[in-house]
T-cell receptor, first 112, second 111 residues
Framework: NAGVTQTPKFRVLKTGQSMTLLCAQD?????MYWYRQDPGMGLRLIHY???????AKGEVPDGYNVSRLKKQNFLLGLESAAPSQTSVYFC???????????FGPGTRLTVL | DAKTTQPPSMDCAEGRAANLPCNHS???????VYWYRQIHSQGPQYIIH???NNETNEMASLIITEDRKSSTLILPHATLRDTAVYYC????????????FGSGTQLTVLP
């Protein structure tokens, strides 16, 4: 039981490049989330999903897209990366509601 | 969700109990108190939650005052690995509203 895993762990992009972050969970959770955390700040919700095939916007969705084609996977895409998107990205999942979430180890993204 | 107030930082000696306070004076009757922590460079970790009765699990104890306006998270025998930012969150269980992580308390366990 690996819990929540994130791929890749580190990535450096140039401005304008695109990439996809993968989050996978093996706990059969319905809900999945993507957060970003900037230095010295709390987590901010980007997008979330309440089930396979569904997505919804969080607090800071601009510049990101997501997809939940399979229940166990939640993808976060950056179509045209900007330096303001340099951050640590955390994925999380939960069984039903957002009360008790299990987080992945994070992806450190740097946009030059 | 009710607003919470936590001290920005605290120190604790290794092996001693760490008592982390949280003030939530505007909590309503159906709101629970949740605690998460985030060890440096890792994802947050759920610790415990409660409504009005004291709760205990393998990680910690949660003491909620009778008027429910404040609570204390207790780590009974703090270790260096407990150094982390601890977040107190108040919310209605089952609410669709997403978790909001504030600034939390930086707990430093000293050797």
């Amino acid at each position: 039981n690996a819990g929540v895993t994130q791929t890749p762990k580190f990535r450096v992009l140039k401005t304008g490049q695109s990439m996809t972050l993968l989050c996978a969970q093996d706990m059969n959770h319905e809900y999945m989330y993507w957060y970003r955390q900037d230095p010295g700040m709390g987590l901010r919700l980007i997008h979330y999903s309440v089930g396979e095939g569904t997505t919804a916007k969080g607090e800071v969705p601009d510049g990101y897209n997501v997809s939940r084609l399979k229940k166990q996977n939640f993808l976060l895409g950056l179509e045209s990366a900007a330096p303001s998107q340099t951050s640590v990205y955390f994925c999380a999942s939960s069984w039903r509601g957002p009360d008790t979430q299990y987080f992945g180890p994070g992806t450190r993204l740097t946009v030059l | 969700d009710a607003k919470t107030t936590q001290p920005p930082s605290m120190d604790c000696a290794e092996g001693r109990a760490a008592n982390l306070p949280c003030n939530h004076s505007t909590i309503s009757g159906n709101e629970y108190v949740y605690w998460y922590r985030q060890i440096h460079s890792q994802g947050p970790q759920y610790i415990i939650h409660g409504l009005k009765n004291n709760e205990t699990n393998e990680m910690a104890s949660l003491i909620i005052t009778e008027d429910r306006k404040s609570s204390t998270l207790i780590l009974p025998h703090a270790t260096l690995r407990d150094t982390a930012v601890y977040y107190c969150i108040v919310r209605v269980t089952g609410s669709a509203r997403q978790l909001t992580f504030g600034s939390g308390t930086q707990l430093t366990v000293l050797p």
